[in-house]
């Protein structure tokens, strides 16, 4: 059974910044779409960011300038690199690749 597992969040203050990391066993990222979401509280969940097999990227209008993703197909890991963080990016941060969910990390931003 394939598991997938964030990391990497936590408390900053706005401008701060914060570093994601997706880890999946076996090699399910390399032939696969990995993306981001996030849910905040009281809403419903949203794409943040997606990266294929490629290496091309997409973002959500709400992070471009701010985040990046990238692709360690070697460590079967998928980065989201945060910056400029503000208090809306307030959320829980999930990582989905090929029809699997992790449980989330939380992501806290404070004015």
């Known amino acids: 059974q394939v598991q997938v597992a964030e990391s990497g969040g936590g408390s900053v203050q706005a401008g701060g910044s914060l570093r994601l990391s997706c880890a999946a066993s076996g090699s399910i990222f390399r032939l696969n779409v990995v993306a981001w979401h996030r849910q905040a509280p009281g809403k419903s969940r949203e794409l943040v960011a997606h990266?294929?097999?490629?290496?091309?990227?997409n973002y959500v209008d709400s992070v471009k300038g701010r985040f990046t993703i990238s692709r360690d197909n070697a460590k079967n890991t998928v980065y989201l690199q945060m910056n400029s963080l503000k208090p809306e990016d307030t959320a829980v941060y999930y990582c989905y690749v090929a029809g699997y969910w992790g449980k989330g990390t939380l992501v806290t931003v404070s004015s």
């Open positions: 990266i294929v097999s490629g290496g091309s990227t």
